[in-house]
């Protein structure tokens, strides 16, 4: 069993690895490899998917981290984890929508929709990755 305080090291990991997974699957069907795509995609879903239920676990367990950070940086760090919360709730539904489209052979409404989950679901995965730096690394909780 992972210990619970290696979770939040984990938890960036895997969040990180959907940023590069997306990244890559936009790159993959601009050059019109959509079996890439298609795999990518699909990859970045289960990492995502992992990283929701490893932090549902830690969070059930471990409770809140308190942010450290005193002076200007407060507010840069509340307004990267505001953004970041609001849009996590956000991307839930419009991954799963997005997906779903692409599954079904809907590529015209799947494209549409797929124009504004990508960039939030990289802003997301990408923030998930500061907030921890912030949080773990640079303003740890003594």
């Known amino acids: 069993m992972v210990p619970l305080s290696w ?3 984990i938890n960036a990991c895997l969040n990180a690895a959907s940023a590069l997974l997306l990244a890559a699957g936009f790159a993959a069907i601009r050059r019109r490899q959509v079996t890439r795509h298609h795999r990518l995609m699909l990859a970045a879903v289960a990492t ?6 490893s932090y ?5 367990h ?3 981290t308190r942010f450290a950070g005193v002076g200007w940086i407060r507010p840069i760090y509340f307004a990267i984890l505001g953004t970041h ?4 709730v956000v991307i839930l ?3 799963g929508v997005t997906l779903y489209r692409a599954l079904r052979g809907q590529f015209p409404v799947h ?5 504004v989950t990508l960039p939030l679901w990289f802003y997301v995965s990408v923030t998930g990755v500061v ?3 912030l949080l773990y690394h640079l303003y740890p909780s003594r």
């Open 7 to 9: 979770l939040p090291a």
């Open 48 to 53: 995502s998917g992992v990283f929701l239920v």
């Open 56 to 60: 549902l676990y830690y969070h059930a």
């Open 62 to 64: 471990a409770g809140m």
């Open 85 to 88: 919360t609001v849009l996590a």
């Open 93 to 95: 539904p419009l991954v």
């Open 111 to 115: 494209r549409r929709i797929a124009r």
């Open 131 to 133: 907030v921890y730096l």
